[in-house]
């Protein structure tokens, strides 16, 4: 859950809206319907989706979005999972009240465990999350990504901290001017060892 929420809410602190709630919706969909854990959920990705229709002119959708998101975290405690819960409350309210505040001013950031996090400061299991979320907003295969993903926690498991899988994650969350050379690199060093693991497979 942790790693699900700081992925979302460095995604969201960096601007990028509408793909905040695919790091939170995978877990949400699991949880129960009304229990605390899905209502913080369903209230962060009302969130994420009041201020992108606020951001696209779609007043309707955010008055609606911002009202029902405020309804989700309204009786969570105020630090819930380490979020400090009161500023998006109060946020949510402002813009429900008047959603062409997002024309004058940006939308309040997300505080996780007395930091505004962001995709330069994940540790790994966030930043592999927010990497396939990434991937998706900005219209990548995300196959190559998420095997990336699952080639670096083996080589984490392994001992490697130098996999070249961890650095290439990393660069491809952080760098927006380079994503597309950094992508291309990850594709390829996620052929070759696929390939090998295809050799070793024939060999028996």
Do not use: C
């Amino acid at each position: 859950m942790r790693d699900r929420l700081r992925a979302g809410v460095a995604v969201f602190n960096d601007g990028h809206y509408h793909a905040a709630h695919d790091a939170w919706e995978e877990r949400w969909l699991d949880l129960k319907s009304g229990s605390d854990d899905e209502r913080l959920l369903h209230g962060l990705i009302q969130y994420s989706g009041a201020v992108y229709h606020a951001r696209e002119g779609n007043w309707e959708g955010a008055v609606g979005l911002a009202a029902s998101g405020g309804g989700y975290l309204a009786e969570l405690p105020a630090d819930y999972r380490e979020l400090r819960l009161g500023p998006v409350r109060s946020f949510l309210a402002r813009l429900a009240a008047d959603p062409e505040i997002l024309e004058r001013r940006g939308p309040v950031q997300i505080e996780h465990e007395g930091t505004l996090p962001t995709l330069s400061a994940l540790g790994f299991e966030p930043m592999a999350i927010a990497a396939v979320v990434l991937a998706e907003a900005f219209g990548y295969d995300e196959e190559p990504v998420a095997r990336a993903r699952t080639y670096a926690r083996q080589d984490l498991e392994a001992g490697a901290d130098d996999s070249t899988f961890i650095t290439l994650l990393f660069d491809f969350v952080r760098e927006d001017e380079n994503r597309g050379i950094i992508y291309q690199r990850l594709t390829d060093h996620v052929g070759r060892r696929r390939a090998r693991e295809e050799d070793v497979t024939g060999l028996f």
